[in-house]
T-cell receptor
């Protein structure tokens, strides 16, 4: 069994300040973890993924996340927010495997990021 | 690479009619496709998983006779909402994973917004 908890349903930050979106996971297996972003009325875009290599994962648009097994966390960060970062962010977990593109994804409930000009 | 398209992007139909939504992988072969449903301001709920040439596997609580899924080729899956009712109004998103270098995650389409009057 696996689950994801996104601790904040809504985060507001000022443009140019750091972003922190929190995610904790629970998994019976070694997990793979992802962050996806969804802009209004759009599909999901993969920001970054952790599979089994380096615990600090760098993604697109300046985002990164750190896998911390001891804390069962996979928080998403960005040093400086941009107006274009305003969107919904989903933390996702799936069992790690050689072909986990075919595994069921378990989504968190999402965090809406608002950027204040 | 790894582009998934959906058609149509928006559809409005009358209650009682059927609507077909197409999901295509444009530059890779999708051995597995997933269909999700997303209610406003909520997370994605997996409806079903389909493998090319096989019957779809539906999640608990999803009516397979209402949501017909066909995955007839390695680049196309369709979701048909039969006898649609207003409660079927939602944002439907497909994802696909494939062979070779495209097994590492699911690639999402842009979504289809269905409104049933």
């Amino acid at each position: 069994a696996q689950s994801v908890t996104q601790l904040d349903s809504h985060v507001s930050v000022s443009e140019g300040t750091p972003v922190l979106l929190r995610c904790n996971y629970s998994s019976s297996y070694s997990p793979s973890l992802f962050w996806y972003v969804q802009h209004p009325n759009k599909g999901l875009q993969l920001l970054l993924k952790y599979t089994s290599a380096a615990t600090l994962v760098k993604g697109i648009n300046g985002f990164e996340a750190e896998f911390k097994k001891s804390e069962t966390s996979f928080h998403l960060t960005k040093p400086s927010a941009h107006m274009s970062d305003a969107a919904e962010y989903f933390c996702v977990v799936t069992p790690r495997g050689a072909n986990f593109g075919n595994e069921k994804l378990t989504f968190g409930t999402g965090t809406r990021l608002t950027i204040i000009p | 690479g790894a582009v998934v398209s959906q058609h149509p992007s928006r559809v409005i139909c009358k209650s009682g009619t059927s609507v077909k939504i197409e999901c295509r992988s444009l530059d890779f072969q999708a051995t597995t496709m997933f269909w999700y449903r997303q209610f406003p301001k909520q997370s994605l709920m997996l409806m079903a998983t389909s493998n090319e040439g096989s019957k779809a596997t539906y999640e608990q609580g999803v009516e397979k006779d209402k949501f017909l899924i066909n995955h007839a080729s390695l680049t196309l899956s369709t979701l048909t909402v039969t006898s649609a009712h207003p409660e079927d109004s939602s944002f439907y998103i497909c994802s696909a994973s494939g062979t070779s270098t495209f097994t590492d995650t699911q690639y999402f389409g842009p979504g289809t917004r269905l409104t049933v009057l």
